[in-house]
Nanobody, 118 residues
Framework: QVQLVESGGGLVQPGGSLRLSCATS????????VGWYRQAPGKQRELVATITEITSTGNTNYADSVKGRFTISRDNAKNTVYLQMNSLKPDDTAVYYC?????????WGQGTQVTVSS
């Protein structure tokens, strides 16, 4: 059973920064892709950032709304995926979910709340 455990969420003022962490229960190299999604109240879950082709190029992909502000990264030795979020805006308020895909199976974390408010 694969487990994804997120941490690092919280309340931050507009313009502030947070770093989310996602600890996986097995090697990141066992997945085809890892990433972050978010879901705001009353909205559908949406992609924030992903890393694909993990064992080769490690391509990153970002939603247009976060490009230039968010950075996804990984620590292979710690089996952890990070999301560095800078210049946060109120529209970034959502529950952020870690995601990992292994062939035909998709795994989700329990989510961590990020609230951007003054």
């Amino acid at each position: 059973q694969v487990q994804l455990v997120e941490s690092g969420g919280g309340l931050v003022q507009p313009g502030g920064s947070l770093r989310l962490s996602c600890a996986t229960s097995r090697s990141i190299f066992s997945f085809n892709a890892v990433g972050w999604y978010r879901q705001a109240p009353g909205k559908q879950r949406e992609l924030v950032a992903t890393i694909t082709e993990i064992t080769s190029t490690g391509n990153t992909n970002y939603a247009d709304s976060v490009k230039g502000r968010f950075t996804i990264s990984r620590d292979n030795a710690k089996n952890t995926v990070y999301l560095q979020m800078n210049s946060l805006k109120p529209d970034d308020t959502a529950v952020y979910y870690c995601n990992a895909k292994s062939n035909w199976i998709t795994y989700w974390g329990q989510g961590t709340q990020v609230t951007v408010s003054s």
